[in-house]
T-cell receptor
Framework: EAQVTQNPRYLITVTGKKLTVTCSQN?????MSWYRQDPGLGLRQIYY???????DKGDVPEGYKVSRKEKRNFPLILESPSPNQTSLYFC?????????????????FGAGSRLTVL | KQEVTQIPAALSVPEGENLVLNCSFTDSAIYNLQWFRQDPGKGLTSLLLIQSSQREQTSGRLNASLDKSSGRSTLYIAASQPGDSATYLC??????????FGTGTSLTVIP
């Protein structure tokens, strides 16, 4: 089954304790991205990657790191989590390009990771 | 910076009604616009994607239109059903392949 898998789905941690949220896709997609969803603010893009070793900042990258060493994986790293990073996080992937576009195409989302930082 | 607005924030309709959800964006330089639905506690499911060169896309009872020059898109749902109850989000992608999402319209279809 074509899917984007995120782990963990739920996590409660404390301020300053480094954590990694993993994201893996089995569709050979070039494009992968991370979002956070907060009430009243909608989804905001954190980082995205057009391919292996190519990453770019989204709208809200502060406090986060990513890496893209393999095409299928795009982990989100919180080096020193703070309470304002408590949120619902989504990973998504897509193909790139086509007959009428050079951009990312239909996004496939993971089920989400709910993170609470105390 | 691109800003995406969805109005109304919530909508309640009786089963069988046709309805329109609205999405507006401030920067017309987009690659595409996508509509998603999100069920409570779940991820987002793609409904329709409209490329910047297209005017509309259809899938079953759903029809999405795009007017890039005016910065607007609409999602038309025909003959609504209780199973259509969800939050509907639109997203635009532009230069640099960043995605910008609206805050969504929460739809309730009453049996």
């Amino acid at each position: 089954e074509a899917q984007v898998t995120q782990n963990p789905r739920y996590l409660i941690t404390v301020t300053g304790k480094k954590l990694t949220v993993t994201c893996s896709q089995n569709m050979n997609h070039e494009y992968m991205s991370w979002y956070r969803q907060d009430p009243g603010l909608g989804l905001r893009q954190i980082y995205y990657s057009m391919n292996v070793e190519v990453t770019d900042k989204g709208d809200v990258p502060e406090g986060y790191k990513v890496s893209r060493k393999e095409k299928r994986n795009f982990p989100l790293i919180l080096e020193s989590p703070s309470p304002n990073q408590t949120s619902l996080y989504f990973c998504a992937s897509s193909t790139i390009g086509g007959t009428s576009s050079s951009g990312a195409n239909v996004l496939t989302f993971g089920a989400g990771s709910r993170l609470t930082v105390l | 910076k691109q800003e995406v607005t969805q109005i109304p924030a919530a909508l309640s309709v009786p089963e069988g009604e046709n309805l329109v959800l609205n999405c507006s964006f401030t920067d017309s330089a987009i690659y595409n616009l996508q509509w998603f639905r999100q069920d409570p506690g779940k991820g987002l499911t793609s409904l329709l994607l409209i490329q910047s060169s297209q005017r509309e896309q259809t899938s079953g009872r759903l029809n999405a239109s795009l007017d890039k020059s005016s910065g607007r898109s609409t999602l038309y749902i025909a003959a609504s059903q209780p199973g259509d109850s969800a939050t509907y989000l639109c997203a635009v992608s532009g230069g640099g392949n960043q995605f910008y999402f609206g805050t969504g319209t929460s739809l309730t279809v009453i049996p």
